[in-house]
């Protein structure tokens, strides 16, 4: 059975800082584009930030830009987004995602374009 875990997320005040860490069983993903997304109340799921297999390539949302880092370890099938400069609207559930295809050079960014979801970590900013 493929899992992925979220972990590291909580409560922060504006201007910290997170590192959330998805850990995968079941499959690796060593050779698959793996995806960071959220989900605030009331709103539709949104990409973050992805990476390619080989860190070769990573994409990220505009908001996310120069603010979030996202990195793998492949040898631990685990892959991270280092979160600083945290604004209150960062809010969010955030999920780790996995696509099934594998050596891609390409970081899609549409939900149903990955294949492999965690339960999700809540990330909450306060002002």
């Known amino acids: 059975q493929v899992q992925l875990a979220e972990s590291g997320g909580g409560l922060v005040q504006a201007g910290g800082s997170l590192r959330l860490s998805c850990a995968a069983s079941?499959?690796?993903?060593?050779?698959?584009?793996m995806g960071w997304f959220r989900q605030a109340p009331g709103k539709e799921r949104e990409f973050v930030a992805g990476?390619?297999?080989?860190?070769?390539?990573?994409r990220y949302q505009d908001s996310a830009k120069g603010r979030f880092t996202i990195s793998r370890d492949n040898a631990k099938n685990t892959v991270y987004l280092q979160m600083n400069s945290l604004k209150p609207e960062d809010t969010a559930v955030y999920y780790c995602?996995?696509?099934?295809?594998?050596?891609?050079?390409?970081?899609?960014?549409?939900?149903?374009?990955?294949?492999?979801w965690g339960q999700g970590t809540q990330v909450t900013v306060s002002s």
């Open positions: 079941g499959r690796t993903f060593s050779k698959s584009t």
């Open positions: 990476i390619t297999w080989s860190s070769g390539r990573t």
């Open positions: 995602a996995g696509d099934a295809a594998i050596l891609s050079s390409y970081v899609v960014t549409g939900v149903r374009e990955y294949d492999y």
